[in-house]
Antibody, heavy 127, light 108 residues
């Protein structure tokens, strides 16, 4: 069964740190690009970070640049999100999500999407 | 940065009716890059539609997507009780950020 399972969430004080993990199983993890997406209480989904299959390319949403670091260990089938200098507005459920893609013959673009999601881990930042 | 605006914010319908959800982009985008997700309380988001109109694996035929340019639509025919949830569109383009719309809550 294709599965993603997050862990590492919890409580942190403002300015503190947490490290989230995402364990992948049931597919060839090292061949897939990955993302972190979060949903803050009462708000919608927000894309947080992306990492390429080999880990050499990373991207972040502006609000976490310089504070969060995405990484992966393909030998361990694991994805990580190191979260430093946490703020109250980082409080959210964090999901890891696999990127899928399919070539579009009509537009000659690759359709990209997030086809496998974990159930999420909750991060609460509060004093 | 592409901004996606979904409407309406909340849609109140009954089982058996048809839901039409809108997603408008702040500039012209390729239809290849528009996806739709469903999220229920306490659950992970689920991919419904990718590339504006392709149904994901296992998604019932009552879900359909359409649109081009700046205007995209998710239609749900013959609503079932399990369809009441929050729906998001996303622009997963060639470069980040991979923005989501603010969501449409479909309620009974």
């Amino acid at each position: 069964e294709v599965q993603l399972v997050e862990s590492g969430g919890g409580y942190a004080q403002p300015g503190g740190s947490l490290r989230l993990s995402c364990a992948a199983s049931g597919f060839n993890f090292k061949t897939f690009e990955m993302n972190w997406v979060r949903r803050a209480p009462g708000k919608g989904l927000e894309w947080v970070s992306y990492i390429s299959d080999a880990g050499g390319i990373t991207h972040y949403t502006d609000s976490v640049k310089g504070r969060f670091t995405i990484s992966r260990d393909n030998a361990e089938n694991s994805l990580y999100l190191q979260m430093n200098s946490l703020r109250a507005e980082d409080t959210a459920v964090y999901h890891c999500a696999r990127k899928g893609s399919q070539y579009d013959l009509l537009t000659h673009n690759y359709k990209s999407y997030m086809d496998v999601w974990g159930k999420g881990t909750t991060v609460t930042v509060s004093s | 940065e592409i901004v996606l605006t979904q409407s309406p914010g909340t849609l109140s319908l009954s089982p058996g009716e048809t839901a039409t959800l809108s997603c408008r982009a702040s500039q012209t985008v390729s239809s290849s890059y528009i996806d739709w997700y469903q999220q229920k309380p306490g659950q992970a988001p689920r991919l419904l539609i990718y590339g504006a109109s392709s149904r994901a694996t296992g998604i019932p035929a009552r879900f359909s997507g359409s649109g081009s340019g700046t205007d995209f639509t998710l239609s749900i025919n013959r609503l079932e009780p399990e369809d009441f949830a929050v729906y998001y569109c996303q622009h997963y383009g060639f470069s980040p950020p991979y923005t989501f719309g603010q969501g449409t809550k479909l309620e009974i």
